[in-house]
């Protein structure tokens, strides 16, 4: 079969890249071609566009690219009609894969969605047009299925979560290995810093997460830089603080971290995943703020909290996202006691996220739904 793969940011790179490894065992005259990044191509199949092109945050940078968006839409649809696809697979990216659904739909195009955007945290809305535009669902978090089933009244499929794939799919880092490659004290636990991937978020997280370097001198503290921003923009934040910055190897960093301060998203769940031990770390500005607490009615940020449906792990926003804070959290994260806590829990959030096997369940569900 043909299958026509949208990825549009890193981290739906890496969840479609190990689904299409699933898809290729499960048909192996699979023809792929995809918008997506260097993880899919090392599969296999054909680039159409890399997701480095496609990523504009914010309202004035979505604004300013106007014209490369529209470009994009029509780009994608033409060769959509061009390749003949059986099935249009979408990965998360709701902004963009929401409007080619639409209209692959109406060309009677297959539409399966995979990773479904999180519109059961804002823009609940979005399910008229999900039931309209998309013929298959595969949901990650145990709670959605409920959600779309019992609420809306939309059959899905709960396929487990795909990172619990990529983590077992790699080899693990050690401690001495990482110091020894970094120039670390191999004497010193490293307190890993993940203040998100976005210009903005990082802008914001990570001056205030350095703020406490100062009050854990036995510790090294390691900065993980997201693949798509430069090395010069975190120094510019950095400075002279003595802190390590690391790019593109997250998960190597997770592998040897003693603690972390982690800005809210998925990394939440990665670290936990990893059985860090982690404060969650958010502040927007204030009108940002003001309007997300209006819009959003969830009660925590993280999505340990938001699987677990229990506070877990620490959430400091906003106004309570301040160095004598992040102080006091990340001591606690230090004790032993609290320690061997979160790790029983962390060890009951990988029971309820269904164990490994989400790109083998939802390869096989796209070969026969196709």
Same mark, same amino acid.
């Given at each position: ?16 890249s190990n689904l299409m490894k ?167 636990? %490293? ?12 802008? /914001?997280? !990570? &001056? =205030?997460?350095?703020?406490? *370097? ?18 010069s923009f975190y120094h510019h934040? %950095? ?12 998960? /190597?960093? !997770? &592998? =040897?971290?003693?603690?972390? *301060? ?41 999505? =340990? ?66």
């Open positions: 079969m043909k299958y026509y793969i949208i990825a549009g940011e890193a981290s739906g790179d890496l969840h479609a699933a898809l290729y065992e499960e048909d192996p005259k699979a023809d792929i071609r995809f918008w997506g990044g260097d993880l899919m191509q090392s599969v296999g199949g054909t680039l159409a566009k890399h997701y480095r092109e496609l990523a504009f945050m914010g309202f004035a940078e979505v604004v300013l690219n106007l014209k490369t968006i529209f470009n994009n839409i029509a780009f994608c649809k033409q060769d959509i009609l061009q390749f003949q696809p059986d099935v249009l697979v979408f990965i998360d990216y709701p902004g963009f894969n929401m409007r080619i659904a639409k209209w692959a739909k109406q060309k009677g195009i297959a539409t399966h969605y995979y990773i479904s955007p999180q519109i059961w945290a804002w823009k609940e809305n979005r399910i008229k047009a999900i039931k309209r535009d998309f013929d298959k669902l595969y949901v990650i978090l145990p709670f959605e299925k409920d959600f779309y089933e019992k609420k809306h009244g939309f059959p899905v499929e709960f396929v487990g979560h795909p990172l619990i794939d990529a983590l077992s799919n790699r080899k693990k880092a050690t401690h001495a290995e990482f110091c020894a490659e970094f120039n670390l004290d191999p004497n010193r636990p %490293i307190i890993a810093i993940l203040p998100g991937s976005r210009k903005q978020e990082i802008t /914001k997280m !990570l &001056d =205030v997460m350095l703020s406490v *370097l100062n009050d854990f001198p036995d510790y090294s503290f390691v900065v993980a830089g997201a693949p798509s921003q430069d090395e934040i %950095i400075g002279s603080k003595k802190v390590t910055l690391v790019q593109n190897i997250t998960y /190597k960093l !997770l &592998d =040897v971290a003693h603690a972390a *301060l982690v800005t809210s998203g998925t990394a939440t769940l990665e670290t936990a995943l990893f059985k860090v031990p982690e404060v969650v770390c958010y502040k927007g500005s204030w009108v940002s703020y003001q309007i997300a607490k209006r819009i959003i009615t969830l009660k925590y940020i993280s999505l =340990v909290n938001l699987i677990m449906d229990e506070e877990v792990v620490t959430e400091l926003i906003q106004d309570d996202c301040n160095p004598k804070r992040i102080k006091e959290e990340l001591n606690r994260l230090l004790e032993p006691g609290h320690r061997s806590k979160l790790a029983e829990k962390y060890t009951e959030l990988e029971q309820k996220l269904g164990g490994a096997g989400a790109s083998k369940k939802t390869a096989q569900l796209i070969v026969k739904n196709s």
